[in-house]
C-alpha cells in the first residue's frame, strides 16, 4: 500500500476524519490519498495559521476526545501552522500536525549550509519545545508506528499536540499491507497517571472538617472531565460556593452557586470570594500572574490552599499549596465523592454572603457608553437563552467583556484562547467548532484581532456555517490602549495612532455574507433577535468608538480584591 494511504487509514480508524489545510506540493499525497478514501472531510483555509486554529476547534468542541488534524507544506506552510501549534500545547489540546517535508535525497543533513531543497526547513527542531512530540519520518517503516505512537502520547496525560514532518518521496513509497493490518489495529498505549492517594485524600476531608467558608475553583484542566457536571450539581445541592478561571469558564454554567471567574480581569465577586474563603481547593489551574495577581502572598489570604494538577511542574509553582495532588481531574473528582458531612462546621451565612457580593457587583460598569459592554452581554445571553450555541471569543478587550457576562446553561460553551491569547483565533477555530457540532456558533471579536484571519469569512460563506460574527469595533486596538493609558501617559502608537479598520459591514457583503452595522442599544436588541433566528453565515458589526477599558481590572502591584474602578463592596 502507497504510504500516503496507510497514513489515511490510519488516521480514519482512530476516527481522525476532518483535516484542515493550504494546498501545498509536499502535502500533494496525502491530499490525493485523503480525498480517494471518500471518508474525509477535507477544508482547505486560506492561511495555514487558519487550519491550525481550525483543528484546534474540533478538539475543543470534543471535550479532547477528538483529534484535530491540520496539514501545512514545507517551509512557510509549515512554520504558519506554529502559532496554533503553540495555542494547543499551552491549552492542553490534542491536536495532529503533519508538514510535508522536501525529498531525502534533496535535504541538507548535518552540512553546515542553510538550505539545500526548495523550502527545505527543519520543522521539527523549531516546534519542540511547544509540541508532546515531533518528529521527521527518516524511513519509511518507521512512519505507521510513529503515527501510533504520536496518538497515543497526543490523547495521554496532560494533552497537547504532536508535529510529524513526511519528506515527499517517503509518502509515495509502499508499505507492506500486513504492516498497515497490524498498526491500523494496534491498541493505542495509554500512558497511566497516578491516582490520588488514601493519605492525602484523608487529609484534604480534614481540612475540609475544619472549614467554615471553603471555595472551589474550576480551572482549564477540569472544563472537560467527565465527572465535572455531576460534581459541580453535588456542591449546588449542598450550598457550596464555586468560581473558575478563564478556561474553567468555558464549560461552567450558571447557577446560584458559581461565582464566576477569578483573576486580574476577573468578577469582583469571585476575586473577593478568593480573598475570604478559608480553604480554597483548585482543581487543574496553573494559578499564574492573571489569576493571583503579582502579590502571590496575599492571594487566598486567609486559606489553607489545596491544589489539584496532572503537571506535577505546576505544582508548588507560583504558588505553595498546604496539599498537592499531582493527578487528573477525573481521578480526583471521581475519588473525592462531597456528600451533606464533608463540612460540618460549614458557616451557613457564607453562601448568602457571596449571593450578596454578587448582587452588588451585577451592575453595569460602563454607564456612559452608548453600547455598554455589560448590557450588550446582558443582551446576548437573554437571546441565546435555552438554545443550543457555542461562542468562540478573540483576544483583547471584548474576550474580558465576555468573559464577565457571558452565563452558559448545559447545551452551551465557551473557547478562548488560554496561553497563546492569539489575537485571530476565534474565526478559524469558529470553524472547526461548527463543522464539529453542526450548530449555531457566535464569534466574539474586535476590528484588530478579525483582520488577522478575515480571509476566512469565505470558507464560512463557502461551506454555509450557521457562524455568526460579531465584531465589536471599537477602531482602536483597546486593551494595549488601555495599558498605555496607565503607563505612558495616553501615548497611543500603535493602538490608535496609525492603525486603522475598515467597515466589516461592507467586507462581509462582498463575501456575500449578509450582515447588520449597529450603533446604539435598540439596534442592538433588533440584531441579536435576527441571530437568534438566523442559521446561516452572518456579520453583526458593533459600532462601539471611544470603549477602550476593560472594568474591573488589577493594576499591577495591586491586590487581587482591589480592582479598578474602586467599587466598595459591604459584606453585610
Sequence with gaps: ???????????????????????????????????????????????????????????????????GLALGTSGPGATNLITGIGSCWFDSIPCLFITGQVNTNEQKGKRGIRQQGFQELEIVEVVSSITKFSIKIEEVSSLLPTLHKAVSL???????????????????????????????????????????????????????????????????????????SDWLQVLNNNNLPYVSTLMGHERTTVTDCYFNMIGSYGNREANWAIQNCDLLIVIGARLDVRQTGSDTND????????????????????????????????DFLKSFQI????????????????RNIRSQADRDEYPESEI????????????MHGKRVDYVCDVGNHQMWAAHSIRINSEQAVHYSGGMGAMGFALPAAIGVAVTSQSKVIVITGDGSLQINIQELDTIKRLNLDITVIVLNNFTLGMVKNFQDMYFNGRDQSTKKGYSS????????????????????????????????NCGPMLIEVLMEGATECRPRLAFGSKLDEQFPHFDISSQ
Design 1 to 67: 500500500m502507497k504510504a500516503s494511504d496507510a497514513v489515511a487509514s490510519f488516521l480514519l480508524k482512530h476516527q481522525i476524519n476532518t483535516c484542515f489545510e493550504l494546498v501545498g506540493g509536499m502535502i500533494t499525497h496525502l491530499l490525493d490519498s485523503f480525498a480517494e478514501t471518500k471518508q474525509f472531510n477535507i477544508i482547505s483555509m486560506h492561511h495555514e495559521q487558519a487550519a491550525a486554529f481550525a483543528a484546534e476547534g474540533v478538539a475543543r468542541y470534543s471535550k479532547g476526545k477528538r483529534i
Design 154 to 228: 497526543m490523547l495521554s496525560g496532560r494533552q497537547g499536540p504532536v508535529l510529524i514532518d513526511i519528506p515527499n518521496n517517503i509518502q509515495k513509497m509502499d508499505v507492506p499491507n500486513s504492516d498497515v493490518e497490524y498498526w491500523v489495529n494496534q491498541p493505542l498505549i495509554m500512558e497511566i497517571t497516578p491516582e490520588p492517594e488514601q493519605k492525602d485524600l484523608l487529609k484534604l476531608l480534614s481540612l475540609c472538617a475544619d472549614s467554615n467558608k471553603p471555595l472551589i475553583c474550576v480551572g482549564g484542566g477540569a472544563r472537560n472531565s467527565s465527572f465535572l
Design 299 to 330: 492571594f487566598a489570604r486567609n486559606a489553607k490552599i489545596v491544589q489539584i494538577d496532572i503537571d506535577p511542574s505546576q505544582l508548588d509553582n507560583r504558588i505553595c499549596a498546604d496539599l498537592n495532588f499531582c493527578c487528573s481531574a477525573d
Design 339 to 354: 456528600s451533606s458531612s464533608t463540612f460540618p462546621n460549614l458557616d451557613k451565612h457564607w453562601i448568602n454572603q457571596l
Design 372 to 383: 455598554s459592554p455589560s448590557i450588550f452581554f446582558k443582551l446576548l445571553n437573554d437571546a
Design 502 to 533: 475598515p467597515s466589516f459591514e461592507k467586507i462581509s457583503k462582498a463575501y456575500e455574507i449578509g450582515a447588520i452595522r449597529v450603533s446604539n442599544i435598540n439596534q442592538v436588541k433588533d440584531a441579536l433577535r435576527v441571530v437568534s433566528q
